[in-house]
């Protein structure tokens, strides 16, 4: 019997985050150690022969042996099951009859402190904020950062052994990694650059490589070289095969609304007189820059551009953030996860997603079903808000994983961008963290870092993108001043983060100028039945109960909430949590709109002073990983919050966008279609009163421009308005709270081109004359086994309308919507089938004539 014994002090991101080994098993070269046969014994002996699956984690073994009795989500279980985190655990198997393999992972919490003390400075921050109740020091290890604890998430080290076991049998050597790079040959071919990276086990290498290039199944262009004589460097053989592809055999790769997405497999082949491997992975054909020039060559001090480019046309980025899928590893490959939250984010339209860099580099399922789906990805390095050490072992392990990363992920054409780090650059010069009293070193220690070390790797092992060190940055000016901006905020460069909870988010007033806004947000509860799974019926008693307050990891989050509802909707005497749900949700979506259209409708807008030509808009957060108050548009269980349901509005290809500044009303056009369309703009005024508009005005034979933003009305509100109605009334307060104004926009033939759009001029605390309707379902009928429709009747104006439906998974068309028709019908959609009987819906509204 042989017994090999494995170490771990931590996990290496390398190995840990999808690092993946693919070879052929055509001569049972692979034996999968996948398998329910593994045990699982911690060091102090209180956990011993558990049964252990593997892949897997010990949260999940422990839970299903029944050493854990709860969801570790459940109530405080993150602090109660800490225990699990601090303690040593040892996986062992056998195979073959013969042989025992056993692997020891070490506690993370207790390796990042043995780091820490070891350490010749302390590193900062020395700890995470205690409303996180998480651990220390995780900035000394390569492990995802938020598993310490994070504004959004618990605290749960965690520890397993999640991806497959393989045990490989080497001859000459092993063939790992395929690099490609699409570029433009000349104006009738591609040409497609293949890198093959083999480990060798021999100092000499003979044998062929062949690419071949392949679309449903049938081969389109394939190349062969022979390997004669090569020589094994660094334990590895790389080999570089090219091909030219003529453009009329392949199609081109678009992100979402821009074109289509198609994709061709690329195979590398070794094989010599003793063996054979092949790898294959999915391409696109596609050009991808990020565009940083002068935006007045006559005048440098308007700043640079900030935008991507894809196969020659500027792309305004739409989307969000996305941080880990769960916040247990062995979780978070769920591809149907992954898919339906993917899928919800090209159904709103969106474009482009960053991978935040406190999480995880994500799953392969992950990046094809981005490169299935058209969405680009921002792509962070995984360092977030700390400072971190420059000694060369911790060097070592992030050159071996950089290195890795994108080797794995190089081939995507979803990856259009690399970041070094999120938001250390600002954190640094911010002072965030006492750094200031040792400015010098720290300032050293991040070049290294992310300059010298990650930045020289990216642009050795991936010259098809580029690279910017840190989010928010300035970009080309931050390197310019030696990588760390005296400003990384500013409105002239690069990318700005923007968070400010103590101003009305309706108010367009105090949101950024900005070349690229990659992080913005607001805080919403989630939904009712997605509390109830992880507390109990005492806990949704009063708001914010003891369980409730846990969970609020932002200092002064709940405060911060209760002042936007406060500023913008009346409250109920003695409101609900189920109040407060509703409420916060209405809240977050409504600011989120007005936000992301003030970057979308500032795209071509350049003040005297070079602000404006923003390019990007991507809100904080699109996903969570627990039952809890959180910036996210869908809550853990998968429900639809009401900000994803108006991201279908605001991210629309086409939208007009109305709003008030003090007297003065705008209107602009905003357009991502690649041609110039003739429109028809309807504008209604209504009074609060009546569910009939007041006026109508229709304005024929109006262009918008392609690809484009443009400002088509700028008029004194009182003066234009009482050219439409004299009934609103004479003075300018009057006339914001007596009405409100319905925007939309429609092809010549009279089709809806644009979501509808809403000048409320006024805080709904602050209308007259409104009264609150009644909206009852009238009708439910079942269109086919996954739909079913949902007609309404209302008395009168309804707003932010929400459908819960109570027993089904799935979602509407439209939520959260302005009702102003009598009767409307809306259709939910489930992936499961639907039975109208036991189809459930609640129904609310935002109500202005509050009694209790």
């Not at 070592?396 to 992920?409: A, F, K």
Request: charged fraction near 20%.
């Amino acid at each position: 019997m042989m017994i090999f014994s494995i170490i771990m002090d931590i996990f290496l991101l390398a190995a840990l985050l999808g690092r993946t080994v693919h070879t052929s098993t055509d001569h049972g070269r692979v034996r999968l150690l996948d398998s329910l046969d593994w045990r699982l014994t911690n060091s102090n002996g209180s956990v011993t022969d558990v049964i252990a699956k593997v892949p897997g984690g010990v949260f999940a073994d422990l839970l299903a042996n029944g050493v854990l009795s709860q969801d570790p989500l459940y109530r405080y279980n993150d602090v109660a099951y800490r225990w699990v985190s601090a303690d040593q655990w040892t996986y062992s198997t056998t195979f073959n009859g013969q042989n025992v393999l056993n692997v020891t992972l070490n506690s993370s919490i207790k390796m990042a402190n043995k780091y820490f003390n070891q350490s010749d400075y302390p590193i900062p921050p020395l700890c995470v904020p205690s409303d996180y109740h998480g651990e220390c020091h995780v900035n000394y290890l390569r492990k995802m950062q938020s598993s310490f604890g994070w504004d959004w998430g618990p605290a749960f080290p965690s520890a397993g052994i999640w991806k497959s076991v393989k045990l490989i049998e080497l001859h000459e050597t092993l063939l790992e990694d395929i690099k490609t790079r699409t570029t433009i040959a000349n104006s009738s071919h591609w040409l497609l650059k293949t890198d093959v990276y083999m480990k060798c086990f021999q100092k000499v290498l003979d044998g062929n490589v062949r690419v071949s290039l392949s679309a449903d199944n049938n081969i389109v262009f394939g190349k062969e070289r022979h390997c004669c004589n090569e020589i094994c460097i660094n334990d590895e053989i790389h080999v570089v095969v090219e091909l030219l592809v003529a453009k009329t055999s392949v199609k081109t790769w678009w992100p979402n609304g821009y074109g289509d997405q198609p994709l061709y497999d690329l195979t590398a082949e070794f094989y010599s007189k003793t063996e054979s491997q092949s790898k294959t992975v999915s391409i696109g054909f596609r050009t991808a820059e990020l565009v940083q020039e002068a935006i007045d060559k006559n005048n440098s001090e308007k700043g640079l551009s900030f935008y991507l480019k894809i196969n020659g046309v500027p792309i305004f980025a739409k989307g969000t953030n996305y941080i880990p899928s769960n916040v247990f590893p062995e979780k978070m490959n769920t591809k149907l996860t992954i898919e339906k939250l993917l899928t919800s984010a090209k159904y709103t339209h969106m474009n482009t997603i960053r991978v935040w860099g406190g999480g995880v580099y994500e799953s392969d399922e992950f990046y094809h079903a981005c490169d299935k789906l058209g969405i680009m990805v921002w792509q962070d390095m995984m360092f977030a808000c700390a400072m971190y050490p420059s000694d060369d072992r911790f060097l070592d392990v992030v050159s071996t994983e950089v290195r890795q990363q994108i080797r794995r992920l190089q081939h995507h054409p979803s990856i259009v961008l690399w970041a070094g780090n999120n938001e250390n650059e600002a954190a640094l010069r911010g002072n965030w963290y006492g750094t200031q009293r040792n400015y010098t070193t720290f300032a050293s220690d991040y070049v290294k870092l992310y300059a010298d070390t990650i930045r020289v790797l990216v642009s050795h092992e991936d010259g098809t993108r580029s690279y910017v060190l840190s989010s928010p940055s300035n970009g080309l000016q931050s390197e310019r001043e030696n990588y760390v901006a005296d400003n990384p905020y500013s409105a002239l460069y690069g990318d700005v983060h923007y968070y400010n909870y103590e101003v009305n988010s309706w108010s367009s007033t105090f949101y950024p100028w900005t070349r690229f806004a990659s992080e913005y947000g607001y805080q919403s509860l989630p939904s009712y039945q997605t509390l109830t799974k992880a507390l109990n019926a005492n806990d949704l008693y009063g708001f914010p109960s003891p369980a409730l307050v846990h969970r609020q990891h932002l200092a002064g989050g709940y405060a911060f909430m209760m002042l936007q509802i406060e500023m913008n909707v009346p409250v109920p005497a003695k409101p609900t949590i189920s109040d407060y749900i509703y409420l916060s949700q209405v809240v977050q979506a409504r600011a989120i709109r007005i936000q992301t259209e003030w970057y979308r409708k500032h795209r071509n807008t350049l003040l005297e002073d070079g602000r404006g030509m923003t390019m990007g808009a991507l809100y904080w957060q699109l996903n969570d990983v627990w039952q809890a108050p959180t910036w996210s548009s869908i809550d853990y269980d998968g429900r639809w919050k009401m900000l994803h349901y108006s991201a279908l509005d605001f991210f629309a290809s086409v939208i007009v966008v109305p709003e008030l500044t003090a007297n003065n009303l705008t209107i602009y056009f905003v357009s991502d279609v690649l041609n110039d369309l003739e429109v028809v703009l309807q504008i209604e005024i209504y009074c609060w009163s009546s569910i009939q508009p007041l006026s109508t005005i229709t304005t024929y034979s109006l262009s918008i421009v392609k690809n484009s933003a443009q400002l088509v009305l700028n008029e004194n509100y009182v003066s234009w308005l009482q050219t439409k109605t004299n009934k609103c009334g004479r003075l300018l307060d009057e006339i914001k709270q007596n009405c409100f104004l319905h925007t939309k926009l429609y092809y010549t033939n009279g089709t809806e081109l644009s979501p509808s759009n809403y000048l409320f001029p006024n805080s709904f605390n602050k209308i007259a004359g409104y009264q609150d309707p009644t909206i009852l379902i009238s009708n439910i009928k079942q269109k086919n086994i996954n739909e079913i429709d949902v007609e309404l009747q209302s008395t009168g104006i309804g707003l932010f309308v929400w459908l819960n439906v109570t027993r089904t998974d799935g979602y509407f068309n439209e939520n959260g919507f302005i009702m102003l028709n009598k009767t409307k019908t809306v259709t939910f959609t489930s992936s499961q089938n639907i039975e109208s009987n036991f189809f459930t819906v609640e129904i609310s509204h935002l109500k202005m004539n509050l009694t209790n």
